[in-house]
């Protein structure tokens, strides 16, 4: 790998050339680390050595890179491949995030971790929406956060303008602005060679277009998390001072660890506090976060979720469920709420021919989001009717609202599992079960198939299935 001479030039002013030096040698002669984040909903993998990673508290180093494709445990959401300078964001949550039920969006959420992160940290009764803006990357996103499993999470595909209409009603905005991409020239060697001056200053121009959109959407006295991965001051310290300027934004100290090897504000003639990754410094790849804080007396916006509109929302929902084709009859509902650990808490929402669990006490949010925004994903997925058959769909076998005992289960060893999450066909013992059944792996819930007398049918997401053609690893 050859860093553009532009790169170097901006960095070593930046750094200073000794400091510059070390870190030019930690991106073109070490090895990015690898990390993973566990869920602490789901029970614990295995693992044979792991190092913690100190600003994260499921958070591991582990000692070499194993075949992830391969491992039934991250397919089922018991942790996620994360990097381990993207785990600061739990610092920012916990050291300033609002007590009590809040409701939190991740803007640019693809592929998911600080989702999946902001979602296990977040206060109990809390609703997450996470969203992402290019069609490939949302499906992703929507893949890996039902294999996380928290029930209460909305993920929608739209651009940031599109949230204006819902006026000031976030707690948290967090805003992984999409960057030039700096902090992942050590593991992707694409970033460098699309790397350009032109490139920074455009990234500019989107981030606060962005962040210009997004603003307003935040409560008066809400948390504002921006971060990026990457290491100029244009994309990074520039854009927080803007926001201090623009907005009046009060930017929020993190206290942290000096044996962490964190780096500071490097923009000359400011003092906020913000917080740099630097790969000769910390053990991780480049990152950029800073926390800050919306006036509190700021003139609200747009309040959306007064009595008069809930009562109107919730009128018209029951008209268009009224008019809708009763696909799900009171039989089968009460069969899908027997499946649930904590059916009081929740609505069941059908739409077409499936049928989703919704937090109630939302419900008013996600009747006005649905006015605003594209929404893939809201709540739990729970069960598709096919023909005669209410058939549980595999949302619910990840999903921490499946009640265990709901199912007969089947253990499955690994090459058994393997072929599950390839979608292949499935022989079970002639003692099983006839019906729906749920695969565990290692008491962890694998997923569902329609077992007969021959065979067992696969219900596995197909567009999720394992596609890789190599053979498998030894298992260890």
């Not at 532009?6 to 000794?18: I, S, V, W």
Request: hydrophobic content about 40%.
């Amino acid at each position: 790998m050859t860093l553009p001479a532009a790169f170097t030039q901006a960095l070593t002013a930046l750094l200073g050339e000794d400091e510059y030096a070390r870190f030019a040698s930690a991106l073109l002669h070490t090895e990015p680390t690898v990390s993973i984040r566990l869920n602490p909903q789901k029970p614990e993998p295995i693992l044979s050595s792991k190092t913690k990673v100190p600003w994260a508290s499921s958070g591991y180093y582990l000692p070499q890179r194993p075949t992830f494709t391969f491992d039934p445990w991250m397919h089922t959401g018991a942790y996620y491949v994360q990097e381990a300078s993207s785990m600061f964001l739990e610092q920012a949550l916990r050291q300033w995030m609002p007590s009590g039920p809040l409701v939190m969006l991740d803007l640019c959420a693809a592929p998911g971790g600080k989702s999946t992160h902001a979602r296990s940290l977040l206060p109990p009764g809390s609703l997450l929406v996470s969203n992402e803006v290019i069609p490939a990357r949302a499906q992703v996103l929507v893949e890996n956060l039902t294999k996380w499993g928290h029930p209460d999470v909305v993920i929608t595909q739209s651009e940031a303008a599109a949230f204006i209409p819902l006026g000031s009603v976030f707690d948290i905005v967090l805003v992984d602005a999409p960057c030039s991409g700096e902090g992942m020239f050590r593991k992707d060697e694409g970033a460098v060679s699309e790397w350009s001056p032109e490139n920074v200053r455009y990234c500019v121009k989107r981030q606060r277009r962005i962040l210009t959109d997004i603003w307003p959407t935040l409560k008066p006295g809400g948390l504002f998390i921006y971060s990026t991965c990457t290491y100029n001051i244009h994309e990074n310290e520039e854009n927080v001072r803007w926001l201090q300027d623009k907005w009046g934004a009060e930017v929020l100290p993190l206290s942290v660890d000096d044996a962490w090897g964190i780096t500071g504000n490097l923009l000359a003639g400011t003092s906020f506090p913000v917080y740099r990754f630097l790969p000769h410094r910390a053990q991780g790849e480049g990152f950029f976060l800073a926390v800050l804080r919306k006036p509190s007396d700021e003139t609200e916006t747009n309040k959306p979720f007064t009595n008069t509109l809930y009562s109107k929302l919730k009128g018209k929902r029951v008209q268009a469920r009224a008019n809708a084709p009763a696909v799900f009859g009171k039989e089968q509902l009460d069969q899908v709420r027997k499946w649930l650990t904590t059916p009081d808490a929740y609505t069941l929402l059908p739409e077409d021919n499936r049928l989703t669990a919704f937090p109630t006490s939302w419900l008013p949010l996600l009747q006005t989001l649905k006015r605003t925004v594209r929404i893939l994903q809201s709540g739990v997925p729970l069960a598709e009717m096919r023909g005669k058959d209410c058939l549980p769909l595999h949302a619910l076998a990840m999903s921490t609202l499946l009640k265990p005992n709901a199912f007969p289960r089947a253990k499955v060893d690994f090459r058994q599992a393997i072929d599950y999450l390839r979608r292949e066909v499935i022989t079970l013992p002639g003692t099983t079960s006839r019906g729906i059944v749920l695969l565990t792996y290692d008491k962890l819930p694998l997923g569902f198939v329609k077992n007969l007398e021959t065979r067992a049918n696969n219900l596995y997401p197909p567009q999720w299935r394992i596609r890789s053609p190599f053979p498998l690893p030894p298992q260890k």
